[in-house]
């Protein structure tokens, strides 16, 4: 299983530019989620899924979009670009809600975004 | 809503050595978890252990071991024996239970093992 895979990396934007970071997960799991991390800060959750066709905003979502049409999938819109969405964005994905027993959030390797 | 603190920004420790790292939370629900992250330098978001609040005993997971207080809403992470790839951001976490989806994360603490 290769787990949360995320592309690209790292990423360069300028100002007003757009672009999608992908997330896909292997794992059959129901809820995707997608953090951003700046410096010196803990992560902040932008949106999540609970399904397929279903999404909702988490506690910083202004200036993002995301989809969900498929389990595997949920990638992370950015229109506009600004400088401060500088940032490290991470998806993540669990087979139930984290506040279940034994539930366990699986983290992709996360993707740098500076915007200049 | 519901916060976590990490007052300590940086901790160093001695290898093989005993280190405490401290994190408090507030809330007012009686039903949730809480969890520590280590994130090292590759970046990665690894659960090291995690604690649920209904549960009075201490989580423990090898050199990994919590002191949890819930009257003073407090949730310690104690590594013993500390080697060299313990070296990493550690993050303490906060969710509701009952179908909760959003974590609350502190600032974090950075941790260095000294060899």
């Known amino acids: 299983n290769a787990g949360v895979t995320q592309t690209p990396k790292f990423r360069i934007l300028k100002i007003g530019q757009s672009m999608t970071l992908q997330c896909a997960q292997d794992m059959n799991h129901n809820y995707m989620y997608w953090y951003r991390q700046d410096p010196g800060m803990g992560l902040k959750l932008i949106y999540y899924?609970?399904?397929?066709?279903?999404?909702d905003k988490g506690e910083v979502p202004n200036g993002y979009n995301v989809s969900r049409s498929t389990t595997e999938d949920f990638p992370l819109r950015l229109e506009l670009a600004a400088p401060s969405q500088t940032s490290v964005y991470f998806c993540?994905?669990?087979?139930?809600?984290?506040?279940?027993?034994?539930?366990?959030?699986?983290f992709g390797s996360g993707t740098q975004l500076s915007v200049l | 809503a519901q916060t976590v603190t990490q007052s300590q920004p940086e901790m160093s420790v001695q290898e093989a050595e005993t280190v405490t790292l401290s994190c408090t939370y507030d809330t007012s629900e009686n039903n949730y978890y809480l969890f520590w992250y280590k994130q090292p330098p590759s970046r990665q978001m690894i659960l090291v252990i995690r604690?649920?609040?209904?549960?009075?005993q201490n989580a423990t997971e090898n050199r990994f071991s919590v002191n949890f207080q819930k009257a003073a809403k407090s949730f310690s992470l104690k590594i013993s024996d500390s080697q060299l790839g313990d070296t990493a951001m550690y993050f303490c976490a906060f969710i509701h239970g009952a179908g909760s989806y959003q974590l609350t994360f502190g600032k974090g603490t950075k941790l260095s093992v000294i060899p």
């Open positions: 993540a994905s669990s087979y139930s809600s984290v506040g279940a027993t034994n539930e366990k959030l699986f």
């Open positions: 604690q649920e609040a209904y549960k009075q």
């Open positions: 899924s609970v399904g397929a066709g279903i999404t």
